[in-house]
């Protein structure tokens, strides 16, 4: 149980195109997900939060424009990278809750954008 | 707010020894205290967590045990095998921010055959 799907795992596009990553919990429903980013040999950096049906909630520095996220159901969270600049290629990764303390995480997905 | 320190960065140890990595937290408030493996390209993997109200938890061949007095905690991993190779990040979270994790800095596990 507690399955964690995030797709794509590796995406490649060009700069100023916009990239759509999507995490979906398979066996649970997630009353909260979130965004992170990893850069090389670091922790996990908190982007937002974000509540089924609730406008995400997002941390200092991250561009709520930039990163748009859709919270669209209980098993559904989407973060769209818009108009992707190079600066933005990194390994973004999702975590559902299905309440309280844990967090289950997808498989991560590397954006590299030319 | 909350601080996570985790040490060994980096920690070597002969297949079929046994690992520990430690962490120390700043926030007393802290209750929930999760480990998770990352293997490279991955994202992470929870093995194994533990509650403000346990001293101690045990899984096959992984325990963590937590100290509230002293506000620490550490992940024990008993007959290392060369799949236990990874990073294993340390986290600390309380209720009333939400359950956000900090995290520590994680420590490169490496089994040596």
């Known amino acids: 149980g507690a399955v964690v799907s995030q797709h794509p795992s590796r995406v490649i596009c060009k700069s100023g195109t916009s990239v759509k990553i999507e995490c979906r919990s398979l066996?649970?429903?997630?009353?909260?997900m979130f965004w992170y980013r990893q850069f090389p040999k670091q922790s996990l950096m908190l982007m937002a939060t974000?509540?089924?049906?609730?406008?995400?909630?997002?941390e200092q520095g991250v561009e709520k424009d930039k990163f748009l996220i859709n919270h669209a159901s209980l098993t559904l969270s989407t973060l769209t990278v818009t108009s992707a600049h190079p600066e933005d290629s990194s390994f973004y990764i999702c975590s559902a809750s299905p309440g309280m303390d844990i967090q289950y995480f997808g498989a991560g997905t590397r954006l590299s954008v030319l | 707010g909350e601080n996570v320190e985790q040490h060994p960065s980096t920690l070597s140890v002969q297949e079929g020894d046994s690992a520990v990595i430690k962490c120390t937290y700043s926030d007393s408030a802290s209750n929930y205290f999760p480990w998770y493996k990352q293997e490279l390209g991955k994202g992470p993997q929870l093995i194994i967590d533990?509650?403000?109200n346990v001293g101690e938890k045990k899984d096959q061949r992984i325990a963590v045990t937590l100290n509230k007095t002293a506000k620490h905690f550490s992940l024990h991993i008993t007959e290392t095998q060369p799949e236990d190779s990874a990073v294993y990040f340390c986290?600390?979270?309380?209720?009333?921010?939400?359950?956000?994790?900090?995290w520590g800095a994680g420590t490169k596990l490496i089994i040596k055959p």
């Open positions: 986290a600390a979270s309380r209720k009333d921010s939400n359950y956000q994790l900090i």
């Open positions: 974000s509540n089924e049906g609730s406008k995400a909630t997002y």
């Open positions: 066996d649970f429903q997630a009353t909260t």
């Open positions: 533990i509650r403000s």
